[in-house]
Each structure stands twice: as structure tokens, then as C-alpha cells.
């Protein structure tokens, strides 16, 4: 009797503001108790729509380096691309945490529309660029108006009930995978497309004269329809700072009454969430932790993308698998496949019983010696090549947005819904900086590596998975005490 009589004060205390958007989804969550299906999908196909451009460059980059005619001999090639592919990391790291500052103060709707628009202008000026100043200056100005990663994250937060939290950010890490994924995959298929279909593009077409602008112009119609879709995207952001600070100032009123005692709790807790939101996110020890794991292993992941698609289409006589750019697309298409399967049906009941955390150290731990191997694989031939690093290819790209997903849960849960955007933009940006060395200095190294193939001492590309692993391993300790801590630590 005694607990159905503080539910219901619980119940009482449940507060809602008029011509509020956080409110309207608030209370959309309290009486639909069923997995929100609509809002899901927004989620995925925006955070698809981000993640695309990202890599998309990384299959052709090395023949479009190589047709600006800047690098004087092939082994240096790697060393211009990184530079591109950084660009756009830059770009990001200099602007997510305003545009996270921007979606606590006025909204994650408006961020989500200007990142969008970004994708349609600038990934398809970048598929025109006929210089390498004109390919970075697309990629950086992309990564300026592009950082909505972290906005599209605390968007997912709270557009869910939070049983279902774990399976929004796990949406969001899957079609975030799968655009890094799929991107390359789109790029591979796509670029230089009067070569590969000459009966469908001739020489002299756009596509002849630009041989990179279509996979660029695909995945800037996307984004148009993602652009579109948007204006029905529903805000979560509350916007009721003004009312909440009337019912503060009552406090002292109310603290003389203490027949009204369940008010005077309601109260004490909007206090303290109101401290909450001018906390200092930078004293935030189990934000700040997740931020250096995720920044950690987010360099890892870049240099691998980078360094996967320039070790695929070498030569083999430099370690290489002297793939097609079409090779490269088809291996990267068939992991998004494998990973999409996974992250749907296998990762939320995964994570429900191991936790974040051990999910994360597992999928950090299993990458390392399937990451050594690599340089061995690169000996086979044929069918077998082909089937070994399709496979080696799904486990690597699945381990990885396991372990994203796994720390994504973690800083979202280390802050209040009020700075949840904020703490992703500091994220983005922490993370970007990282990677904006990963390309560079991947492209570096495997430029390296590819002198270096008589070496003693790991030769040619196993120099390259060596530094690889070696991050990872790093990001692994990272992940035990006394370094990560929890919210309630």
C-alpha cells in the first residue's frame, strides 16, 4: 500500500511544460511504451548520411593523388593522400564543440539540417576538385559543417525511452559503421566510371572529364532526400529554463510547509539538475576517461581505413593485394552487410549481458591478432584471398563499431540530457584531433613501410599492422581502472 501511495506521488511529480518540444517527446515515451520504430529510423538514415563522406574517398584517393601529378615517385602517394583524408578531421575538430554548444542552446533539429545541407555542397564540390588545394579545401570546409555526430548521439538519448537507449546508440554506431563501410564500398564502385563502364559513360561526358564526381554525386542525393526528411525530424531539446527558475526561487517558500514535502523534493531535484547543467564538463572524470578511450580508438580506426584501401590496391610485390578500386568496393560492401546483421540482431542482447564495458575490451582484445595476421593474408591468391579477407574483413569492421557502441552508452550516461550535447561536441572534437593525425600519419607510414620491404626487422606491411595493434593495445589498458571511471565513481 505504502509503495503504490509513492508511485503514486512519483507520478504527481511528473511535470510537463506547454509549447515544449523535450516535454511532447517526454510524455510521447510515457504513453508509447513500444520501441519508437519512426524515430529510429531518422536516426539511421542521418547518421548514415554523415558518415558516408567520411571515408568514400579512401578506394580512389590514391589513383586521384596520383592524376594531380604531385607525388614524384608511386611511394609516395600515401603520403598526399593522408593529407586529404585528414582535411576533413581538421575541419571537425575545430567546429564540434560549437555546434554542440549551438544544439544545447537552440536545438538539435537546426544542427541536424545545416550538417546535412554540408554533405549535398561540398562532398559534391569535392568529386569536381582538379587540385589537391581544391580537394583539401572541400574536405575541411565538409568537416566544419559536418560535425553533427556528437548532436545526432544525444539526439538518440532522448528520443527513446531509456530501456531503449542501448538500441538507439547502437543504431547510430551501426549506420555510422556501415556509412564507413559502404562509403568506401560506393567510391570503389563508382569512381572512374567511363574506364570501368565505358557503354554507359563516355570520355567525354562530365564523369570522363571528373572521374571521381560519381560516387561523390551519389552520396550528395542521398543526402538531399535525407534533407528533406528532416523538416518532419522531431526536436527533443527542453525549453523551459525561464519556468523552471520561478519554481527554484519558490523553494524557500515551500522548505516552510511541510505538509507539502513531495513538492519540496520535486523542487530540491530540479535544483539540483539546474547545478547539473552548469557543471564544468572538463571536471567530469567519467566523461573526460570515455573521451581519451574513444579518442584512442578512434585513431586506430581512421589509420585502418586509410591504410586498408591503400594496402589493398598496392601492388603485391609491395605487400599489397594489388586490388581494383571495384575490389576494394566489393570487400567493403559485403562487411556492411555482416555488420549490419550483427549490430541489429546480436549486439543489444550482447550488451544487456556482458555491459558496455566488457563488450568493448572483448572487441578491443579479439582485433589484435586478427589485425596481425593481415600481412599473411596478402600471400594467398585467388578464391581463398578473396573468401579470407571478406572474412577477416566483417570480424574487424563488427569489432570495431562494437566497441564504438560500447563507449558511446558510456559518456552518454556519465551527463544530464541538458549537456548531453555539449559533452559530444567536446567528444567530436577531442576525437576529430586524434583523427586528423590517423590519415596522415598512416598515409606516412605505409609510404614508409613500402621502402622498407628488405627490412630484419618487421618488413613492409607488417611494420604498419605492428603500429596499428600497438594503438589498440594502448586503448585496451585504458579501458581497466584506476584510468576509466563510472558515472557513480
Known sequence: ?????????????KEYFENCPGCKIDRL?????????????????V??????PISSLFPFIYFMIRDFHIAEIEEDIGFYAGFVGSSFMIGRALT????GWLADRYGRKPIILIG????????????????????????????????LLGTIRAYASEVCREEYRSVALSVVSTSRGIGMIIGPAIGGFLAQPAEKFPNLFAESSIFGRFPYFLPCLVISVYAVGVLAACWWLPETLHMHDKKVSERCDSFDVLEASSEESDEKEYVTEVKERKISKNANLLRNWPLMSVIIVYCVFSLQEIAYAETFSLWAVSDKKYGGLSFSSQDVGEVLAISGFGLLLFQLLLYPPIEKILGPITVTRISAAVSIPLLASYPYIAMLSGITLHLVINCASILRNTLSVTLVTGLFILQNNAVPQSQRAAANGISMTAMSVFKAFGPVGGGTLFSWAQKRQVSAFLPGDEMVFFVLNLVQFIGLLLTFKPFLAQPHE
Do not use: D, H
Open 29 to 45: 515515451n510515457e504513453e508509447q511504451r513500444g520501441v519508437p520504430y519512426r524515430n529510429l529510423s531518422y536516426i539511421w538514415t
Open 116 to 147: 546535412t545541407s554540408s554533405v549535398v555542397l561540398f562532398n559534391a564540390l569535392f568529386g569536381l576538385s582538379t587540385s589537391l588545394w581544391m580537394a583539401l579545401s572541400m574536405r575541411f570546409l565538409l568537416g566544419c559543417f559536418n560535425s
Open 96 to 99: 564540434s564543440f560549437f555546434w
Open 1 to 13: 500500500m505504502a509503495r503504490t501511495e509513492n508511485n503514486a506521488l512519483l507520478e504527481k511529480k
Open 47 to 52: 547518421s548514415l548520411c554523415t558518415a558516408l
